[in-house]
């Protein structure tokens, strides 16, 4: 039983590229959550999916990153025109409803 | 809102002492879950522990304990006889129950070394 996969686990990208990470949930979760660990800090909520909504995006910046959840596929998280500050571990991890979620091996960004 | 506060940014003990971390928590929330997690030098984010509110009796698995206090708000944990591979940045967390459950509120992180 294939737990929490992201990929890639690191990604290189020049400023200004695009960033592109995903996840796949574990088998029959249904609910996705995206967090961020900036160097030498905890990880912070970014969004909320179930499949084919966003159900909590209080934490995500308001521009240049966006997430989905289709219905078919992973989610993905994407963060337009990087910049250095976006450099930062993103975590994702799923759950099938309620008391639980299950951690990903995250994907490391690193913008030069 | 929710809170989770781990006092101790850096801990040093040398191998085999015990050594305890802190986790005090703040939530409105009746029902909530609290978490450990272990991040070693590798980056990956391991599980050690979920306890849901309700249930407070502490808990010991090989040399790792928890304390589960409601009265204070705390969940605490405890490596006993230490060794270097526990060097490692620990995260005592905080969710909600029912289908949010997976929006967790997290300290910023304890980082134990031990030296041999």
């Known amino acids: 039983n294939a737990g929490v996969m992201q990929n890639p686990r690191h990604l290189v990208r020049r400023r200004g590229q695009e960033a592109r990470l995903r996840c796949s949930p574990m088998k029959g979760h249904s609910h996705v959550y995206w967090y961020r660990q900036l160097p030498e800090e905890g990880l912070k909520f970014m969004v909320y999916?179930?499949?084919?909504?966003?159900?909590?995006e209080s934490g995500m910046p308001k521009e240049r990153f966006s997430a989905e959840f289709p219905k078919e596929g992973p989610s993905i998280l994407r963060i337009q025109q990087v910049v250095r500050g976006d450099s930062a571990a993103y975590f994702c991890?799923?759950?099938?409803?309620?008391?639980?979620?299950?951690f990903g091996s995250g994907t490391r960004l690193t913008v030069v | 809102a929710q809170k989770v506060t781990q006092a101790q940014t850096e801990i040093s003990v040398v191998e085999k002492e015990d050594v305890t971390l802190d986790c005090v928590y703040e939530?409105?929330?009746?029902?909530?879950?609290l978490f450990w997690y272990k991040q070693p030098p590798s980056g990956e984010l391991v599980f050690l522990i979920r306890?849901?509110?309700?249930?407070?009796q502490n808990e010991i698995s090989g040399r790792y304990s928890w304390n589960f206090q409601k009265s204070t708000s705390s969940f605490n944990f405890t490596i006993t006889a230490s060794q270097v591979v526990d060097s490692a940045v620990y995260f005592c967390a905080l969710s909600e129950d029912g289908t949010n459950a997976g929006k967790s509120t997290f300290g910023d992180g304890t980082t134990l070394t031990v030296k041999p």
């Open positions: 939530t409105r929330d009746t029902t909530y879950y």
């Open positions: 999916l179930q499949k084919e909504n966003i159900i909590d």
């Open positions: 991890a799923s759950s099938p409803g309620a008391g639980y979620n299950t």
């Open positions: 306890r849901n509110s309700f249930d407070e």
